[in-house]
């Protein structure tokens, strides 16, 4: 039988004696490294299992079906010309269908009781008595509301910053190892640099209520993590993941009908096994791999070992910040005590406007509960930022960002690291002098002290020359007089 081939079928019926561990063993050893050889553009990424494949896993969607036109995060890169109060692209609007409806139903009903059966106005003394308290429980539910939501825009922020660092730790400040190999110091240190990015994807399905490790933005980079969640990721919780919802669900939620929306956490509470706390498990991986560069003193300078350990504690900072901001809403009690305050309001509106304006209470009072309700409304829309309404923060994108970070810091070629200095193309002194760095250091240092002490009456001179619409040239005194 040829090697990689198959036996014929006289010989596909014989029983073979199963082969020993090593055999076995070298023959996958060999057919991984057999797969190496293949060409790079004939490599087909393999699929999570039992998801679907997405050729970019943070790809935003760009139709404008329903279905993606009332749901988000938003995408940052998209720019509509319609004036703010045109736009149906994140409003509340969708929500409000449902109470605007019962409002003028319920306004119809009590005008013409009042017009056609028995007066049951009431003096309109009550709307200023009461409009107050409400302005005030509106205002401290909407600035609660966004508080939580610009705490955790800070947190992802501060992970953005924190992943830059450590991925120039690891890449830039951290030696080779001293290994026979540099393909294997290298393809360690990437892979470390993906642990940041999975990091930030398993924190974004984290906050989601998404604890499982076969989603296709993540599955890649987790595989060959030891973790609880990859050991829950059985194939009925995949099925799980993949389910869809019903059309009449969907559109529930867009409607914001309360009987509709699923409990978040139901995958949670679904689970059969540990589902343990994967960001934390790649924190663990992380610190692993700072001791690791320690030992092998490719961090030798112990400002940079400070650094690496400061921004790992920034990192567990930023995941337990996102569970708080999380996992500590307004007060049950604040938010039932508003909303009923809120409804007793517009719910009494009719009859205290019936008596000033008529049948035109109806859409008087339609129009006064739209704003009062919007208010309510968009407090309770921002609460939890880390969502998938459209305006929720655009986790996707940020983990997005922080990916291309790794790969831009990851791209600075280390064997000639300083040889930007004696590029052509560097001029320290301009606008003094266009001359390159090589050409000064073949002018003596008094010449180069003169010119670098002129620097500031020469770049003076040249910026006042731009202010007064003068020319965009360059003032300097010439090359050959510096």
């Not at 830059?164 to 360690?188: C, E, Y």
């Not at 039932?336 to 209470?361: C, G, H, K």
Request: hydrophobic fraction near 40%.
């Amino acid at each position: 039988m040829a090697d990689g081939g198959f036996a014929s079928g006289g010989e596909m019926r014989k029983e073979h004696s199963p082969p020993s561990p090593s055999k076995l063993h070298t023959a996958i050893e060999e057919t991984r490294l057999g797969s190496m050889e293949v060409p790079l553009e004939n490599v087909r990424s393999p699929a999570s299992p039992g998801i679907p494949v997405t050729p970019h896993g943070f790809s935003r969607r760009g139709s404008l079906d329903l279905d993606d036109y009332f749901t988000g995060p938003r995408d940052m890169a998209k720019h509509s010309k319609w004036p703010f109060f045109m736009q149906m692209h994140g409003s509340i609007i969708p929500k409000m269908i449902m109470p605007l409806l019962f409002v003028a139903a319920w306004s119809t009903v009590i005008t013409y009781i009042h017009m056609e059966v028995h007066p049951i106005g009431v003096n309109s003394v009550l709307l200023t008595i009461t409009g107050f308290v409400i302005s005030l429980g509106l205002s401290f539910r909407s600035s609660t509301a966004y508080e939580r939501y610009a705490e955790g825009r800070r947190y992802w922020a501060t992970l953005i910053l924190t992943c830059q660092n450590l991925g120039r730790v690891f890449w830039i400040h951290a030696r080779d190892a001293n290994t026979d190999d540099p393909r294997l110091s290298m393809l360690k240190k990437i892979s470390s640099m993906n642990l940041l990015v999975a990091f930030a994807i398993s924190l974004k399905h984290r906050l989601r209520f998404e604890p499982y490790t076969a989603y296709p933005d993540m599955q890649h980079l987790v595989g060959h993590l030891n973790t609880f969640a990859r050991a829950a990721t059985t194939p009925d919780a995949k099925e799980r993941i993949s389910r869809k919802k019903t059309f009449f669900k969907e559109v529930g939620e867009y409607l914001g009908v309360s009987f509709a929306a699923s409990n978040p956490r139901k995958a949670l509470k679904q689970a059969q096994s540990p589902l343990g706390n994967m960001p934390l498990e790649i924190l663990n991986h992380l610190a692993i791999t700072i001791d690791e560069m320690i030992v092998n003193k490719q961090l030798e300078i112990p400002m940079q070992q400070t650094l690496a350990y400061n921004n790992l504690a920034m990192l567990n900072d930023v995941l337990t910040g996102c569970d708080r901001v999380l996992n500590t809403p307004l007060p049950i009690a604040y938010s039932i005590a508003i909303s009923q305050i809120t409804w007793v309001y517009v719910i009494l509106l009719p009859f205290q406007l019936v008596l000033l304006l008529n049948w035109i209470a109806i859409p008087a009072t339609v129009g006064a509960a739209f704003i009062i309700l919007g208010l309510l409304l968009i407090g309770r829309e921002i609460e939890n930022p880390f969502g998938t309404d459209v305006n929720d923060l655009p986790l996707e994108t940020y983990c997005d960002q922080i990916a291309a970070d790794m790969d831009i810091t990851a791209a600075y070629e280390k064997r000639n690291p300083a040889a930007f200095f004696m590029d052509s193309n560097n001029m320290p002194l301009y606008p003094v002098s266009s001359a390159p760095l090589n050409v000064w250091m073949g002018r003596s240092e008094e010449r180069l002290r003169d010119a670098i002490k002129s620097k500031p009456k020469i770049t003076f001179q040249w910026r006042q020359t731009k202010d007064n619409g003068g020319s965009h040239e360059k003032v300097h005194v010439g090359d050959d007089q510096v």
